[in-house]
């Protein structure tokens, strides 16, 4: 976790939420992935901002991208242990909003996706962490990655990790980075709620980028390891005819 998220509701929302500017016109997505931009609200100098960001963190001291393996997550508690964060979790923490993230259970070789969202359909602020990276040839980019914690017991049942989440009560202490060390907001990392989120069974159709829609979201049946084989020998021997 995370690997894809969504966000249905419209950016006003989360700029009236967390108190920033809007990213005006942003369509609604349904399947983000690494390595795309995604909105991301930071503070610096009292004054917090929503930009685009790539989702793939990359550290200052990196000297060739394309040899530094993608970022994505940040486990939250090793965070302020690694090289990589060390400088992100004191200086650049960062909140990305979303509907909802997808988790994919595996059982035997078969993975099940799983859409994970609010019941009450709230939008919500996740953990990120941002940095911008300086290229050797002068160009820039903004960089972010999710924090994650480990699952609440619901959720568990899914995947053994989880977003870790900052509801907008603590916004101002998770982006204060002046005023906020580390040591102060660490205890958002143990914040997760049980049932508190809707855990639906959906299309294998997520597993690709190019499928963007809301359909995504419906809930499916899910078969288990020994039905799936049989219907996949049935197409097998249909395909045949």
Known sequence: MCGRFAI????????EIFGCNDLEGAPSRYNIAPTQPIPVIFQEFNKREMRLMRWGFLP????????????????????????SFKSAIRHRRCIIPASGFYEWHRSGQQKTPYYIAPKNGEMLGYAGLY???AHANGSEIDTVCFLTTEASSDIAAVHHRMPVLVPPTLADVWLDCVEHSPKDVSFLYGNERNDFY??????????AVRNDDAELQNRVEVKDEAEQKKTDQNSSQLSLF
């Open 8 to 15: 249905n509701h419209s950016l006003k929302e989360a700029a």
């Open 60 to 83: 200052g001291w990196v000297k060739e991208p394309k040899d530094f393996s993608l970022i994505i997550n940040a486990r939250s508690e090793s965070v302020f242990e690694k090289p």
């Open 131 to 133: 940095e911008t990276y």
């Open 198 to 207: 809707n855990i639906t069974p959906v299309s294998d159709r997520v597993n």
